[in-house]
Nanobody, 124 residues
Framework: QVTLVESGGGLVLAGGPLRLSCSAS????????MGWFRQAPGKEREFVAA????????NYADSVKGRFTISRDIAKNTVYLQMNSLKPEDTAVYYC?????????????????WGQGTQVTVSS
């Protein structure tokens, strides 16, 4: 069983930065990708970013390209999401996800384990 714990969410002014962290524990494949998804009130969960196990392959939603950066610390089994130039439309609950394969897919269907989520609120 895999446990994912997100942290770093909060309230931030538009234009400001925020960094999310997600730590993975438990039993999982050595080759695994991790990703971030988000869900705003009344909307479906959407892809934000994902990264391969080695960090050599990343994938971003068009809406966050150039503003968000995903990275990981393999030794710590931790993935980060650095969010810059935040906009009110980035307000959502952000979820960390893990899949038992190295390819950083954008579809949530490929991910096996999910965290509980952390709230990010961007005020204008």
């Amino acid at each position: 069983q895999v446990t994912l714990v997100e942290s770093g969410g909060g309230l931030v002014l538009a234009g400001g930065p925020l960094r999310l962290s997600c730590s993975a524990s438990g039993r999982f494949f050595m080759s695994y990708a991790m990703g971030w998804f988000r869900q705003a009130p009344g909307k479906e969960r959407e892809f934000v970013a994902a990264i391969s196990r080695c960090g050599d392959n990343t994938n971003y939603a068009d809406s966050v390209k150039g503003r968000f950066t995903i990275s990981r610390d393999i030794a710590k089994n931790t993935v980060y999401l650095q969010m810059n130039s935040l906009k009110p439309e980035d307000t959502a609950v952000y979820y960390c996800a893990l899949r038992g394969g190295s390819i950083p897919y954008a579809s949530s269907l490929h991910y096996d384990s999910w965290g509980q989520g952390t709230q990010v609120t961007v005020s204008s």
